[in-house]
Nanobody, 121 residues
Framework: QVQLVESGGGLVQAGGSLRLSCVAS????????MGWYRQAPGKSRELVAL???????NYADSVKGRFTISRDNAKNTVYLQMNSLQPEDTAVYYC???????????????WGQGTQVTVSS
């Protein structure tokens, strides 16, 4: 019904930058909140950043000041600009979107397949 595809992950040295993208496609009427989560090996998934339809943002304390979330509603895309990357940022990053597929119907949160980010020291 709705698919989210992440891209932009890769290998970078500490202090470097990456920009993740997530494109939503399918039967989309509107997208409400969009966010990025990450999961490191052996650890639970955690929220990294969130952006609402009104542009309000929320960041995990560990990435505040280094990461920036943004969105392009016309392209159904959310971005995560990651600067000053550190080894502890290494994880699979997943995008999430609260999507309405029919006007006035309840929305549902969809997940992407994830993209690997590896930061070497």
């Amino acid at each position: 019904q709705v698919q989210l595809v992440e891209s932009g992950g890769g290998l970078v040295q500490a202090g470097g930058s990456l920009r993740l993208s997530c494109v939503a496609s399918g039967s989309i009427f509107s997208i409400n909140a969009m966010g990025w989560y990450r999961q490191a090996p052996g650890k639970s998934r955690e929220l990294v950043a969130l952006i609402t339809s009104g542009g309000s943002t929320n960041y995990a304390d560990s990435v505040k000041g280094r990461f920036t979330i943004s969105r392009d509603n016309a392209k159904n895309t959310v971005y995560l600009q990651m600067n000053s990357l550190q080894p502890e940022d290494t994880a699979v990053y997943y995008c999430n979107a609260d999507v309405s597929v029919i006007a006035s119907f309840p929305s549902y949160r969809y997940w992407g397949q994830g993209t690997q980010v590896t930061v070497s020291s």
